[in-house]
């Protein structure tokens, strides 16, 4: 049985940092595509970072999203502790929203109907 598991959400101030970790049990990372997503208050799930199984990292397609979080935010993995991270710096308020990581195999998408395996979220709340 497939499971992801978010922990790091949490209420920072304007400016400050968290750090997101996902951990798999029952698929290993480093043989699928890693999504991070996030989800705001009645707006739709988006692609933040992701990925690849050889370790591309990706922002997705929309060059407005990937500068919303461009040079702020890094995605890692690491193989041993099967382990996906998100490391957010310089946050700001309109970064509010519950955090998911999703993993899938083959390629790496920033389309959420792409992807099977989703935890269940972990919330992160930016206070101005």
């Known amino acids: 049985q497939v499971q992801l598991v978010e922990s790091g959400g949490g209420l920072v101030q304007a400016g400050g940092s968290l750090r997101l970790s996902c951990a798999a049990s029952g698929l290993s990372f480093s043989a699928h595509a890693v999504g991070w997503f996030r989800q705001a208050p009645g707006k739709e799930r988006e692609f933040v970072l992701g990925?690849?199984?050889?370790?591309?990292?990706?922002?997705?397609?929309?060059?407005d999203y990937a500068d919303s979080v461009k040079g702020r935010f890094t995605i890692s993995r690491d193989n041993a502790k099967n382990t996906v991270n998100l490391q957010m710096n310089s946050l700001k308020p309109e970064d509010t929203a519950v955090y998911y990581c999703a993993a899938r195999s083959g390629s790496l998408r920033n389309d959420a109907r792409e992807y099977l395996y989703w935890g269940q979220g972990t919330q992160v709340t930016v206070s101005s």
């Open positions: 990925i690849s199984r050889a370790g591309f990292v990706w922002s997705g397609e929309s060059t």
